[in-house]
């Protein structure tokens, strides 16, 4: 299969709405990283070893997947230390 050249469309904007899109915020500005607070931190060490984790996650307030990549992280430190 022979590759395609690529091609470039150019769209005209109007100058309002580019300022309208201008104000938004975009959405990966500051949402890299979750912050964690030393409380959620330490409810997340209590409860790990006995209680389930979607309801921990729950609590805690963010997703499971989240809660068990900060718990993992917690423990390297914990353990370098």
């Not at 050249?5 to 915020?25: C, F, G, Q, Y």
């Not at 912050?35 to 309801?55: H, S, Y």
């Not at 921990?56 to 993992?72: I, N, S, W």
């Amino acid at each position: 299969m022979a590759n395609r050249p690529s091609r470039k469309v150019v769209i005209e904007i109007d100058p309002e709405i580019e300022r309208l899109l201008a104000s938004i915020p975009d959405t990966r500005v500051g949402a890299s990283r979750r912050q964690f607070t030393p409380q959620q931190d330490k409810l997340i060490l209590a409860g790990w070893e006995k209680k389930d984790k979607r309801a921990l996650a729950a609590l805690v307030g963010c997703h499971e997947t989240t809660m068990r990549k900060r718990y993992r992280e917690l423990k390297a430190v914990d353990e370098s230390t």
